[in-house]
């Protein structure tokens, strides 16, 4: 669970920045840091997937057509979950809490600890992190996320004030737990049919993905694609 710690540490760290420094970051290191992101999860998420997709030309081609399936069918499965629309709605009544917060009025507590909390375990950031960490120990996925919620974090305490830093403590939680799971009773059954690779792989290109999002090049629904992780191994195992 280090990368949980790591992240739950970074979102203390960044609370405690943004209630003791006053003035915010300017736009163009905000900008700047965006891209350094972006480019890190695109560089981590691409070296992750080469990293797993090994073998003879015609293995290679079969584990790249299992991930790009993977991908389809787990969009497919995602909406009709709803699962974006439901990460929508959990993250609606935060949106509305921060601009109420943004326009003046003075929040209660447990609003700035809901609405934070709610923002980053609501991230599908969080669950690939997470279940990397668990599966390969991998923490490099949560290592971005980390700075990623210590930035937002420093913003949100400046709105909210301590309640923002004790976010980290269920997200903590929520990921942890995740994590646990992954790594006691996921990664043994996957990891004696030799079903890790392709969920590695296909991890590799969801953070592609986030790359995409955090470098703004156009719009992609995560959470959707989320179920992408569970159906990698399923062809993998099928196609054997």
């Given amino acids: 669970m280090t990368g949980s710690i790591l992240n739950a540490a970074g979102i203390v760290l960044g609370g405690i920045a943004g209630l003791t420094v006053q003035k915010q970051l300017s736009a163009a290191i905000q900008n700047y840091l965006k891209i350094a992101l972006g480019a890190a999860a695109l560089f981590i998420g691409l070296r992750l997937t080469w990293l797993n997709v090994n073998g003879s030309f015609t293995q290679v081609a079969k584990q790249t057509v299992i991930i790009f399936l993977a991908l389809i069918l787990g969009r497919l499965v995602g909406r009709l979950l709803r699962l974006q629309k ?28 809901n609405t934070v909390t709610l923002l980053f375990c609501a991230a599908p950031l969080a669950v690939i992190g997470a279940t990397q960490d668990g599966l390969s120990g991998n923490i490099l996925p949560l290592a971005i996320k980390t700075v990623m919620d210590a930035l937002a974090a420093m913003s949100f305490a400046a709105m909210f004030g301590w309640s923002a830093a004790l976010a980290g403590l ?34 590799g ?7 995409v999002v955090i470098l703004e090049v156009r719009r992609v629904e995560l959470a959707d694609y989320l179920p992408a992780l569970a159906i990698a191994p399923l062809l993998a195992w099928l196609w054997q």
């Fill in 170 to 203: 269920p997200v903590f939680a929520w990921q942890g737990t995740l994590t646990l799971l992954c790594s006691q009773f996921a990664q043994p059954l996957l990891a004696q049919h030799g079903l890790l690779d392709p969920v590695n792989a296909t991890a």
């Fill in 205 to 211: 290109m969801l953070l592609v993905y986030v790359a």
């Fill in 86 to 113: 439901l990460s929508n709605r959990i993250g609606q009544p935060a949106r509305e809490q921060i601009a109420r917060a943004s326009a003046g009025n003075k929040p209660a507590w447990s609003d700035g600890f």
